[in-house]
């Protein structure tokens, strides 16, 4: 379970080996066994002892603060590498030579597959939009043949690479939005702070997402900060903004869900002068549909696995090819999934 | 695995002290108090068999103390189906059915 602090002066200690959550500065307390809690996530004023981190540590929950617009600002965790230091030696390797435009070209393919299996369910289940999807699936399949040429270095590359991802974004969203009931539709994606509720619907999810890879990112081994593709983009080297492309599909399946069958509404938003904030009960909507969500079984590689595993079976499975130097069996499998 | 545990241990000051570890195992291990003597939560085999060690071997140090009472105290591990558990029938004040089943994947407080 993942447990979501939203109460503000909620008060975080241990009794009798328990979790225990003050609920605001008189509220009552609630009790739960480190057992059944995966990550706490606290985004509001919160006090918290060490007891709680060290329980937290020992049984391998991470606390994750979040800020109101839904992103990860800081994660407890213990210190540990997950894995050893090897990974990460041939990640940096990887994140300047020639296989890095090949993991470059993998994780965006990936992102594309994604987006074109999505498209195939929506045009089945929204008839009234076949042509523009249809239109959006062409567009998709020719910049996706386009990364196959694009060979050299991931320094050399690296612009190429991200305006193809980019000029798919912009098409893709647009198509979206064009998807959405009409007093929600959207110019263009926009963060800090999102102009408009379906974007900060978006960035919310993103947010769950971004902390749920990073996370992933670490048991399997590898550096969060070593990023191959996304260097220049963010201020910060992530790797977790390179994975996370692989993913992003489940928050935006979630927040189109949302909007059209208006679980979401005008009042779940706030408008402030230059950007759009979720109030708390349009927080708690996304949350409970985004977990279970996440939750809910899908195939993977010939096995069933939640949604919310998938990160971290992916990049298990790089880290390993990493470490056994499997190249060529890589180069196989690449050319059999594009 | 969806498991009531239900016991009865004397009411006399040792009785209380093993009472009171055990409702600590119980709780730390997942379990939810749903009466005074009943818990009932969603655990794994190794779990249980984690949770039974622990109460042998209570009783059995306070039989090695001298704690007499502690011939008459018994603990019952029941296993329940997914399906009779979703057929519980609750009547006056109910428990949280989802949250003892971990059905609930997010809480917000």
Same mark, same amino acid.
């Given at each position: 379970?993942?447990?979501?602090?939203?109460?503000?002066?909620?008060?975080?200690?241990?009794?009798?080996?328990?979790? @225990?959550?003050?609920?605001?500065?008189? +509220?009552?307390?609630?009790?739960?066994?480190?057992?059944? /809690?995966?990550?706490?996530?606290?985004?509001?004023?919160?006090?918290?002892?060490?007891?709680?981190?060290?329980?937290?540590?020992?049984?391998?929950?991470?606390?994750?603060?979040?800020?109101?617009?839904?992103?990860?600002?800081?994660?407890?965790?213990?210190?540990?590498?997950? *894995?050893?230091?090897?990974?990460?030696? &041939?990640?940096? #390797?990887?994140?300047?030579?020639?296989?890095?435009?090949?993991?470059?070209?993998?994780? /965006? $393919?990936?992102?594309?597959? $994604?987006?074109?299996?999505?498209?195939?369910?929506?045009?089945?289940?929204?008839? $009234?939009?076949?042509?523009?999807?249809?239109?959006?699936?062409?567009?998709?399949?020719?910049?996706?043949?386009?990364?196959?040429?694009?060979?050299?270095?991931?320094?050399?590359?690296?612009?190429?690479?991200?305006?193809?991802?980019?000029?798919?974004?912009?098409?893709?969203?647009? @198509?979206?939005?064009?998807?959405?009931?009409?007093?929600?539709?959207?110019?263009?994606?926009?963060?800090?702070?999102?102009?408009?509720?379906?974007?900060?619907?978006?960035?919310?999810?993103?947010?769950?997402?971004?902390?749920?890879?990073?996370?992933?990112? /670490?048991?399997?081994?590898?550096?969060?900060?070593?990023?191959?593709?996304?260097?220049?983009?963010?201020? &910060?080297?992530?790797?977790?903004?390179?994975?996370?492309? =692989?993913?992003? /599909?489940?928050?935006?399946?979630?927040?189109?869900?949302?909007? *059209?069958?208006?679980?979401?509404?005008?009042?779940?938003?706030?408008?402030?002068?230059?950007?759009?904030?979720?109030?708390?009960?349009?927080?708690?909507?996304?949350?409970?549909?985004?977990?279970?969500?996440?939750?809910?079984?899908?195939?993977?590689? +010939?096995?069933?696995? &939640?949604?919310?595993? =998938?990160?971290?079976?992916?990049?298990?499975?790089?880290?390993?090819?990493?470490?056994?130097?499997?190249?060529?069996?890589?180069?196989?499998?690449?050319?059999?999934?594009? | 695995?969806?498991?009531?545990?239900?016991?009865?241990?004397?009411?006399?000051?040792?009785? $209380?002290?093993?009472?009171?570890?055990?409702?600590?195992?119980?709780?730390?291990?997942?379990?939810?108090?749903?009466?005074?003597?009943?818990?009932?939560?969603?655990?794994?085999?190794?779990?249980?068999?984690?949770?039974?060690?622990?109460?042998?071997?209570?009783? &059995?140090?306070?039989?090695?103390?001298?704690?007499?009472?502690?011939?008459?105290?018994?603990?019952?591990?029941?296993?329940?189906?997914?399906?009779?558990?979703?057929?519980?029938? =609750?009547?006056?004040? #109910?428990?949280?059915?989802?949250?003892? *089943?971990?059905?609930?994947?997010?809480?917000?407080?």
């Amino acid at each position: 379970m993942l447990l979501f602090l939203v109460t503000f002066g909620s008060f975080l200690h241990v009794r009798d080996g328990l979790i @225990t959550v003050k609920i605001g500065e008189k +509220g009552e307390e609630k009790r739960f066994s480190p057992k059944k /809690i995966e990550s706490i996530f606290i985004t509001s004023g919160a006090a918290i002892s060490t007891d709680v981190i060290s329980l937290c540590y020992e049984n391998n929950i991470d606390i994750v603060f979040l800020n109101k617009f839904g992103d990860p600002i800081s994660r407890v965790w213990h210190s540990k590498l997950g *894995s050893t230091t090897l990974i990460r030696k &041939k990640q940096l #390797e990887i994140s300047t030579g020639e296989t890095g435009t090949k993991y470059a070209r993998y994780f /965006i $393919n990936k992102k594309f597959e $994604n987006q074109l299996e999505w498209i195939e369910k929506l045009i089945k289940t929204r008839p $009234n939009h076949k042509n523009i999807l249809q239109n959006l699936q062409e567009t998709i399949i020719k910049h996706k043949n386009s990364l196959n040429e694009v060979n050299g270095t991931i320094e050399e590359i690296r612009n190429t690479l991200l305006g193809i991802e980019g000029s798919v974004g912009r098409e893709y969203f647009k @198509t979206i939005s064009q998807l959405l009931p009409e007093s929600f539709q959207f110019e263009e994606r926009s963060r800090n702070p999102a102009k408009d509720e379906f974007n900060a619907a978006l960035n919310y999810h993103y947010g769950i997402l971004y902390s749920l890879v990073e996370k992933a990112c /670490i048991l399997a081994g590898i550096d969060p900060f070593i990023g191959i593709m996304h260097v220049d983009n963010y201020n &910060k080297k992530s790797f977790v903004f390179d994975a996370i492309e =692989m993913v992003r /599909i489940y928050a935006e399946e979630s927040t189109l869900y949302l909007f *059209s069958n208006r679980k979401l509404g005008k009042k779940d938003f706030q408008k402030l002068q230059n950007g759009v904030l979720i109030e708390d009960n349009g927080k708690k909507t996304i949350i409970e549909h985004f977990t279970a969500f996440l939750d809910e079984p899908i195939r993977y590689r +010939g096995r069933n696995i &939640k949604r919310k595993h =998938m990160p971290l079976f992916e990049l298990r499975h790089l880290a390993n090819e990493w470490l056994q130097n499997e190249r060529e069996q890589f180069e196989k499998l690449e050319i059999e999934e594009v | 695995m969806i498991v009531y545990i239900v016991y009865d241990i004397e009411s006399t000051k040792a009785g $209380n002290r093993r009472r009171n570890k055990i409702v600590k195992k119980l709780e730390t291990i997942g379990l939810y108090r749903i009466q005074k003597s009943v818990f009932v939560g969603n655990i794994n085999k190794n779990e249980i068999d984690e949770m039974a060690v622990f109460c042998e071997r209570l009783i &059995k140090e306070a039989l090695k103390n001298e704690e007499r009472d502690a011939l008459s105290d018994k603990i019952y591990i029941f296993p329940v189906s997914q399906e009779n558990f979703e057929n519980v029938r =609750m009547i006056g004040e #109910e428990f949280d059915k989802d949250m003892v *089943s971990d059905k609930i994947k997010a809480l917000i407080i």
